[in-house]
C-alpha cells in the first residue's frame, strides 16, 4: 500500500468492522487509501513513529553541501519566522533621518539572506543609525571647536571681533559672486550647497581660507584699488545680496 496514496470518497467494506471510522466522516477518509485493517494500523504506527522522531540538527554544517546548507538555513529563517523576500521587511526610519533608498534595499537583501527576522533586521538598523549619529555629534563638535578657535585667531590677525565680523562677510560676498548656475548667473541653491562645504554656524571653518581671500573679497568690493583693474565693477548682479542672494 502506498502511504502517500490520495484517500477515496468511498469508503471501503473493512470500515464496517470499524465503527469508529463509520461514525467520524473525517476519520473514514483518512482511512480510506487502506485496503483493510491491517494496512490501516501499519499506517498509523508509521505515521506515529515519524510525529515522535525529534528535529535533529546536523553535526557539522560545513560538511553539507550547497544545497543541503541552503536549504537548512531556509529552514532555520522560516522556523524563526523571517520574511520570505527582501521586501517583507518593514524598516521605521527615525523622523529627521535621511537615508539612502538604494542602501536600504541593500541592507534588507543582507537581512534576507542572514534569515534576519524582522525584530533583529530593525535592532540592527538601530544600532548602525545609533553608531553614525555618534559618529557624526563627534565630528560635528570637532568641526565646531576648530571654527571657534580659528575665528578667535583670525580676530587677532585683523584687529579685533568687529574687523573680522566684517571681512568675514566680505569673503561670502566673494564667495557668493562666484557661485553660478547653468545660465551663468549668480545662483543661490550652488551658493547654499556650496556653504555646506565649508561653513559652520554662518562662519568659515578654514582660517587659511579667511586669509587668502579676505584681500581680494576687499578688492572686490572695490576698497583698497584692485589689482588688474577694478573688479568691484565686474561683480555680477545679485552678487552682493548676501545672504538674500537671488537666482
Known sequence: MDPNATPTSEA???????????ENPDAGKAFSKYTDVNEAFKGAHEALKKIGEPYRLP?????????????????????????????????????????????????KMLCHKQGKTKAEAQDMLNLQLAMVGRLNARRE?????????????????VGGDQNAVLRTGWVKEYLQSKCFGEDGEP?????EAFQKRIMFEDRIIELPLLRALSEAAQHFRGQGGAPMGNMAAAAPAGALSYPEMKK
Open 59 to 107: 553535526k557539522n554544517v560545513a560538511k553539507l553541501s550547497d544545497e543541503q546548507r541552503a536549504e537548512f538555513y531556509s529552514g532555520v529563517a522560516k522556523l524563526k519566522g523571517a520574511p520570505e523576500n527582501p521586501e517583507g521587511y518593514d524598516l521605521k526610519i527615525p523622523d529627521g533621518v535621511t537615508v539612502d533608498d538604494e542602501a536600504v534595499g541593500e541592507f
Open 187 to 191: 545662483d543661490k541653491d550652488v551658493w
Open 141 to 157: 563638535t570637532a568641526i565646531k571647536e576648530m571654527t571657534a578657535k580659528n575665528a578667535e585667531q583670525f580676530a587677532k590677525e
Open 12 to 22: 471501503p467494506e473493512w470500515h464496517g468492522e470499524v465503527p469508529y471510522l463509520s
